[in-house]
Nanobody, 121 residues
Framework: QVQVVESGGGLVQTGDSLRLSCTASGRTWTVMGWFRQAPGEGREFVGAVRWSGGSIFYADFVKGRFTISRDAAKKSLYLQMNSLKPEDTAVYYC????????????????WGKGTLVTVSS
């Protein structure tokens, strides 16, 4: 069993930066990633890391604004978000999986409760 906890959300203004953190416990996973869900929308892939080796994958919309990093010793994953836009407003979820990398939320096994990011215009 893997337990996942996110932190770092909040209310920011357009153009601001925010760093989300995710800490997990349990048997080491294969992939850990970030998803987001805007009001009335489905859960959207943001990016993911293959834990062994550190390969990182991003959604196209990230376009260099977001950066994912990890601290394997701390079993932690981070999402640095720069140049935030109102359309980035969403609940951001961290998730882990023992399956290989997938952009589908269905491919992730363990989820945190999410942290809300609100970007005001």
């Amino acid at each position: 069993q893997v337990q996942v906890v996110e932190s770092g959300g909040g209310l920011v203004q357009t153009g601001d930066s925010l760093r989300l953190s995710c800490t997990a416990s349990g048997r080491t996973w294969t992939v850990m990633g970030w998803f987001r869900q805007a009001p009335g929308e489905g859960r959207e892939f943001v990016g993911a890391v293959r834990w062994s080796g550190g390969s990182i994958f991003y959604a196209d919309f990230v376009k260099g604004r977001f950066t994912i990093s990890r601290d394997a010793a701390k079993k932690s994953l981070y999402l640095q978000m720069n140049s935030l836009k109102p359309e980035d407003t969403a609940v951001y979820y961290c998730a882990a999986s023992y399956a290989d990398y997938s952009r589908s939320a269905d491919g992730m096994n363990y989820w945190g409760k999410g942290t809300l990011v609100t970007v005001s215009s």
